[in-house]
Structures are given as structure tokens and as C-alpha cells.
């Protein structure tokens, strides 16, 4: 735990509200994988190796994502402070072992999209429970072709129906694979329900319903060993809305683009009305992700698989104090 203090340029409180913002990102199994270094003329974003989820993300792929999806909020924060953000990917020995460092780059003039995106970031919630059979606007879905084009990432939606079926069946033979995996269960355990430690995890109220028999697509359930009722006819959408977020290229950077990428579509949709859950299982299993990349003609790399539609408000999930997000200041450092 370190204290908050000025950076960039800016005062203590303002750098408080970043790294509030930033933290309000979603992440695998809220574990909340972020760190950042206060200096005078940066900040740096690093991950948290103890927040990795060994069984589940073995390659920390998805503490990447998770990273990057802070990053995006990161820059929304400082955007809507008056300040363009000048990002460095895996800046290397100007910034040992960070994932990106941000400096100004300049007065930036909010945008009507950058603040509603960051509006947007507060309001944003990942919601497990059934969404209105309506489908999603074409306008919609342009917007969010778009966010990840932002964001140099690829987002795919799944348009034919051999396509879903094909999609159905991968994640749920990568879901099936982790429930045969005691350490995956572990981890989801570990994770979920009323934790000690309240700032991490996935809290029952945002579980959603337990998974049922007649659901077609499989949810991962994060309310294991209790039931939590679904309101009877409150079933999930047998059509639903499916996108799956892939990058160009493989490897870290691509990584902390596609976790940009992710939060940008994701908080586009919290902007257009729309929610959205994950469907991680299909890219967490390495055979099963690889065929869904030679599914979609071998090219790009899935990060992850979305669904989206209209949704009823779900609450939030909670987060740790700032202070824990602080790493603590190099003493060799002069002038930061
Ligand atoms: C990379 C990544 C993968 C995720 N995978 C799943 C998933 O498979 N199933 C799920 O229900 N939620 C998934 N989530 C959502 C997280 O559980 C959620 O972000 C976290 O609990 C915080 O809650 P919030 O998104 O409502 O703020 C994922 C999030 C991220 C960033």
C-alpha cells in the first residue's frame, strides 16, 4: 500500500481520480491485475503477477487484456482533464518491466464521444442474466465494428447461424474441459461468493441466474455450489448477439491493444444501451482457441467472445482502494 501522490503534472487528487477510473476496468474474475508508478513526468502501468489466474490463464493472456482495458479508461481520465495521452507499449529500460507508460503529449479538447465514454466507464457492469429477445440495431453494431477498429483490433460478429452453431459447440467443449479440471474450479471458487476480502471477486449479486439445462450457450456459473433463481419465462435469448474480439498479431503488445480495444467496445455499448457478458471459456482452453482461429480463416487471434443485447441494470462489482494500486516510489529516482 503507497500513498497517492502528484504525477504527471498533476495534483494528488486528480491522480486519485485516474487511477479510479483506470481501475473501474473489467477483469478476469475482478481479480484486478493492474499497478501503477506515480513519477513527476509519468505514469506507468504494471501488472499484479499475484493476481494471475494460473489454471485458468496460464499465459496471462487475459491479465493483458484486463491490463489493457485499464489503460483505455487510463487515457479516457486523463482526455477528460484536458491532457492527450502519449502511450508507450512495453517501453522496455526507460520504464523496467512495465506494460505502458503515459506521458503528455499535449492539451487535448474533449470530444463528444470521449465524454460519453467516460461517462460511460461508471455505468459499465458485465451482466450474466438474460437480455431482451430484440436484436441489436445494424447502426449498433457498426459502432462497435468501429471502437475496435479505434483500437487497431478486429471485432467479428458472428452473422450466419452456422457460425454460432459452430461457436456454441467450441465453448461448450472448452467449458466442459474446465469443469473436468479441478484447478479451474478451484480458481472460480476462489474468486466468487461473499470473499473475506471484499474489494476483489465476483460478488453473488453479480453471478447472475445458475446455469439451467435448457440454456443452449454455456455460462460459466460463478454462484458454484449455491442456486440463485432466474424469474420463471426469464430465459436467455436463443439467438443471441455474438462478437468475437481478435487482434492482428499475437504476443503482449497485441494483448494490451486488444484489452484497449475490448474496453472501447465495450463502453460503446454501455453508451448505445446495451449490455454485454463474456464467453471466455472457447479462448482459455489453447486447442479449443485454436480452432476457433482456423474457424474464422486462420488470420487474426481471438481475445474474446462477447455477448451483447438489452439487459435489465445489474450492480456493481467492488474494487480495491487506490492506495493498493500504488506501487512504491524507486528511492534511486531523483525528481519523481
Ligand atoms: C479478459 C476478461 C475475461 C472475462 N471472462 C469472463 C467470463 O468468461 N465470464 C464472465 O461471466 N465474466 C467474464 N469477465 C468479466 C469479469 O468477471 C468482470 O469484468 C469482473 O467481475 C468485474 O465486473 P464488472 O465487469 O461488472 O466491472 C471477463 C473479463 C475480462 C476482462
Redesign the pocket.
Known amino acids: 500500500m503507497s500513498p497517492v501522490v502528484p504525477a504527471l503534472g498533476l495534483a494528488e487528487g486528480d491522480v486519485r481520480g485516474v487511477l479510479e477510473v483506470a481501475a473501474?476496468?473489467?477483469?478476469?474474475?475482478?481479480?484486478?491485475p493492474w499497478r501503477f508508478a506515480l513519477h513527476a513526468d509519468r505514469i506507468e502501468l504494471h501488472c499484479d503477477p499475484t493476481k494471475q489466474l494460473h489454471a485458468t490463464?496460464p499465459e496471462s493472456?487475459?491479465?493483458r487484456?484486463?491490463c489493457g482495458?485499464a489503460l483505455l479508461n487510463m487515457r479516457l481520465a486523463l482526455q477528460g482533464l484536458g491532457i492527450r495521452p502519449l502511450v508507450t507499449l512495453l517501453p522496455g529500460r526507460e520504464a523496467e518491466g512495465a506494460l505502458a507508460v503515459v506521458r503528455r503529449g499535449g492539451r487535448f479538447t474533449p470530444t463528444e464521444q470521449s465524454r460519453s465514454l467516460l461517462k460511460a466507464v461508471r455505468s459499465?457492469?458485465?451482466?450474466?442474466h438474460p437480455f431482451v429477445d430484440s436484436e441489436v440495431p445494424a447502426t449498433h453494431r457498426q459502432h462497435l465494428v468501429r471502437a475496435a477498429e479505434q483500437e487497431r483490433a478486429w471485432l467479428h460478429v458472428m452473422a450466419t447461424r452456422e457460425e454460432k452453431v459452430r461457436l456454441r459447440e467450441l465453448i461448450g467443449r472448452a467449458h466442459q474441459e474446465q469443469l473436468a479440471d479441478p484447478r479451474v474450479q478451484a480458481e472460480l471458487v476462489g474468486?466468487t461468493g461473499n470473499r473475506a476480502d471484499p474489494g476483489h471477486?465476483?460478488p453473488p449479486g453479480?453471478a447472475?441466474p445458475t446455469p439451467a439445462p435448457q440454456d443452449e450457450w454455456a455460462?460459466?456459473d460463478?454462484s458454484p455450489g449455491t442456486v440463485i433463481d432466474r424469474p420463471s419465462g426469464k430465459d436467455y435469448e436463443p439467438d443471441p448477439f455474438v462478437v468475437v474480439l481478435c487482434s492482428f498479431y499475437d504476443g503482449t503488445a497485441a494483448e494490451l491493444q486488444a484489452?484497449q480495444a475490448?474496453q472501447r467496445v465495450?463502453l460503446t455499448a454501455t453508451a448505445l444501451g446495451l449490455s454485454a457478458?463474456?464467453?471466455?471459456?472457447v479462448?482459455?482452453v489453447r486447442r479449443v482457441r485454436e480452432d476457433l482461429r482456423r474457424s474464422l480463416g486462420g488470420s487474426l487471434f481471438p481475445?474474446?467472445?462477447l455477448r451483447l443485447g438489452f439487459g435489465s441494470p445489474?450492480p456493481?462489482?467492488p474494487?480495491r482502494p487506490v492506495e493498493e494500486l500504488v506501487l512504491e516510489p524507486c528511492t534511486t529516482e531523483s525528481g519523481s
Open positions: 473501474l476496468a473489467p477483469s478476469i474474475h475482478n481479480s484486478q490463464d493472456r487475459e491479465l487484456l484486463s482495458a459499465r457492469r458485465t451482466n450474466r474468486w471477486g465476483v453479480s447472475g455460462l460459466r460463478f484489452g475490448l465495450l457478458s463474456f464467453l471466455s471459456q479462448v482459455e481475445q474474446t467472445v445489474v456493481a462489482t474494487r
